[in-house]
């Protein structure tokens, strides 16, 4: 009887040891695998770039895991196609959250994507690492969730503006998306203007799906400005620079890093010739970084042709990586931030990255490129 009642003390022991480690297992987290998730435009607008965007990260995953992963587990992307559309996002990462239990997110592509889930990151703890956007939204105040690894937008604007100050322009207009995306730029755009005493020499915007602009081109090249920011996505900003061409405008387009791919500068054919682009990771050729032979040679080592919208990608796996090897061999989602915010003058190779608990912008690396006579990018 009393080797009865101990076995059953013992049993119960046991059980109501292993039932709270089981509740609190960390989502995600597997003996052999780490889950990540994402969502983004697959399709739509800007699928050309997100394609290549994830191409990039996964060639550098795909190393990680062919080397043993990180502390034996494999990393495991899980992307949900939201179209480009900010009201698809949340319920994406809901799903991602609540029945893939991913244990972080990674590369959310968009502007208002991003701010629509940010609530849900605050709600579930959840960290987000190298959201695809430069917007002031993600990096001030500071969210103890989100690192950022691009320089933001209002950053790429303001160079922007003095390369063409620079070159004897001041009439510059702009031509943005009316939404959080296009608000963030034109704010740093007028602020750069105004920096220098001057005024905008036009401004048109257009509300999200792209419908007439004819007249807002009009207005535009009306004005006859030296140059004109084009602050749209893919297929948006291509059609605003083909139909001011059109119109007859000889003026210097300029968009920024999210059009920096392969796919859009071909979407654009001859009317890309002579675009100037903000960069905000290196260029894919570079001969003066690592980071760049580094992705071109595990690039090759897995038959995938190497972009510049890749080179964002890859550079993002690396910071996401580090920050899961520093978090531990059993890594919870407190522990990823704190790792992150731990990482100073982390170097992908030739690019630094830091962060603090007071500053969750990795990097503010920008840089200007144009594209040439044929088709390439030159920096």
Request: with cysteine; hydrophobic share 40%; proline share 4%.
């Amino acid at each position: 009887m009393n080797a009865r009642k101990f076995a059953c003390g013992m049993l119960a022991a046991t059980l109501g040891f292993v039932a709270p480690m089981a509740a609190h297992a960390e989502p995600g987290i597997s003996k052999g695998t780490i889950r990540i998730g994402q969502s983004a435009g697959v399709t739509g607008p800007v699928a050309g770039s997100v394609k290549e965007q994830i191409a990039g990260a996964q060639v550098y995953l795909k190393t990680v895991n062919a080397n043993g992963g990180v502390a034996g587990r494999r990393i495991e992307l899980v992307t949900y196609d939201d179209g480009f559309d900010a009201k698809r996002t949340p319920d994406n990462v809901r799903k991602l959250i609540n029945e893939d239990k991913v244990f972080a997110l990674f590369m959310v592509r968009g502007t208002p994507q991003n701010e629509s889930i940010l609530p849900i990151i605050g709600a579930e703890k959840i960290p987000l690492v190298a959201p695809l956007t430069g917007a002031i939204t993600l990096h001030r105040p500071v969210n103890r969730y989100v690192f950022n690894v691009r320089a933001k937008y209002q950053d790429e604007v303001a160079r922007a503006i003095n390369h063409l100050a620079t070159s004897g322009m001041n009439r510059i207009a702009i031509f943005y998306a009316n939404d959080g995306f296009g608000q963030d730029v034109f704010e740093g755009f007028t602020t750069a203007l105004q920096a220098r005493g001057v005024q905008p020499a036009a401004a048109a915007s257009f509300n999200r799906p792209m419908g007439d602009i004819a007249q807002s081109v009009a207005s535009v090249h009306k004005a006859n400005p030296q140059a004109v920011m084009v602050i749209g996505s893919g297929s948006e900003a291509a059609r605003i620079i083909k139909e001011m061409k059109r119109a007859g405008s000889e003026a210097q387009f300029v968009t920024l890093s999210n059009n920096a791919a392969d796919s859009f500068i071909k979407e654009l054919g001859d009317d890309g010739r002579g675009l100037i682009i903000t960069q905000v990771v290196p260029g894919m050729n570079s001969s003066q970084m690592s980071v760049a032979s580094e992705y071109r040679s595990m690039a090759k080592a897995q038959n995938v042709d190497p972009s510049n919208a890749g080179m964002e990608g890859f550079m993002s796996a690396k910071v996401l990586v580090e920050g899961l090897r520093r978090a531990g061999p059993e890594p919870t989602r407190e522990k990823l931030v704190a790792a992150l915010e731990g990482l100073r003058d982390y170097d992908l190779g030739g690019i630094l990255i830091s962060y603090s608990p007071t500053r969750h912008t990795g990097s503010s690396f920008v840089e200007m490129s144009i594209v040439s006579s044929t088709g390439k990018l030159i920096r």
